[in-house]
Structures are given as C-alpha cells and as structure tokens.
C-alpha cells in the first residue's frame, strides 16, 4: 500500500520556521520526483518546491525562492521541506505528492498523496 505521510506543520510567529517531513512507502522511493503542494483557505492547488528522484535537481515557486529548501534522504525514504522567514502568505494545508521520475510543476500529474499537514503563520 502506497502511503505518503507529513509531519511538522504547526502554528509559528512572521519570520519564524518549520521543517516539513514526508515519510514515503510501498513504492520504489528511488525512481520518484516528489513534490511539496500546499492549498490556502479558499484557494486551490499551488505547487510550491520539487526535486527529482535522484535529489541533484531542485526548484521552487518565486515566491519561496531563497527562504524554503526540499531535500530528500533515499536511505530512510523521507522528504523534507525546510521553511525559513515564514510569512501569512504561506499558511496552507502542505501536501507531500510523488509522480515517476520527472519533477512536473503541475499538481494534477502526481499520482500519490499525503493527507497533509497544516501550516500557519500568524502572530
């Protein structure tokens, strides 16, 4: 069974940060780009951060250029998004989601998903 599991989320302060996890299974973790995905209240899917399967290719939506970093670790097949000077803007419910190989900046071509785990920025 196919299970994408995130952790992390939370209420935090403009400014602060959060690190996100994904626990990926029952599937090669290896041959998948992953994604992180978040939706806002009232809003629909937003792409926000990918990397390939083999974690030497990453990209990020403009708006979280130079504050958020995905990684991903093979051997314990987790995906990570680290969140630094979160703003109100990036409180979202954040959805981890895979897709064969290839990053793709569009949410409907990931076949896999989390639940997801919310975020929320606010003072």
């Known amino acids: 069974e196919v299970q994408l599991v995130e952790s992390g989320g939370g209420l935090v302060q403009p400014g602060g940060s959060l690190r996100l996890s994904c626990a990926a299974s029952g599937f090669t973790f290896s041959i998948y780009a992953m994604s992180w995905v978040r939706q806002a209240p009232g809003k629909g899917l937003e792409w926000v951060s990918a990397i390939d399967s083999g974690g030497g290719r990453t990209s990020n939506v403009d708006s979280v250029k130079g504050r958020f970093t995905i990684s991903r670790d093979a051997a314990k097949n987790m995906m990570y998004l680290q969140m630094n000077r979160l703003q109100p803007m990036d409180t979202a419910l954040y959805y981890c989601?895979?897709?064969?190989?290839?990053?793709?900046?569009?949410?409907?071509?990931?076949?896999?998903w989390g639940q997801g785990t919310q975020v929320t920025v606010s003072s």
């Open positions: 989601a895979a897709r064969t190989v290839y990053i793709d900046y569009d949410p409907r071509s990931y076949g896999y």
